[in-house]
């Protein structure tokens, strides 16, 4: 079943509107969608987004491995992201670091030929840091605890 038109105009809505980022990249890894959730957290107009590489967003220590793992996808139109949650850090536009969760939807037209990836992504920097700052405290203690006491 299709959708109709006015689901596509309400699954519009919501996606323009989400504070999560959806984001859509073509085949090449050029960014094709950008909505304001993307805006809010990477620091890019949807304007100087659009057409962009997805480099824009992913850490210079990371991009080998983003691109290596976005080509397999491409060739075999297969990823397990489409289930799980991908964690990993980003950078926005003023060069900071923030770390996100996001899930992929694979895009195809109508014939079944993959044409990109769609991804929804999520900051969840303020969880990952107090996460950190939980795991030190348990080291020290830990520590402590193996410390032999007088």
Known sequence: MHPSLSDCLLYQQIGEESSDAFIYSDREGDIRLWNAGAEAMFGYLAAEAMGQSLDII????????????YRKVMETGVTRYAVELLATPAIRKDGSR?????????????????????????????????????????????????????
């Open 58 to 69: 992913i850490p210079e220590n990371l991009r080998a491995r983003h691109w290596e793992g």
């Open 98 to 150: 923030i770390s996100t969760e996001f899930s992929m939807s694979l895009v195809r037209d109508a014939t079944g030929r993959l044409m990109g990836v769609g991804a929804i992504i999520r900051d969840v920097t303020v969880r990952w840091q107090r996460e950190k700052g939980l795991r030190e405290r348990l080291a020290i203690l830990e520590r402590m605890k193996e410390t032999p006491t007088l």
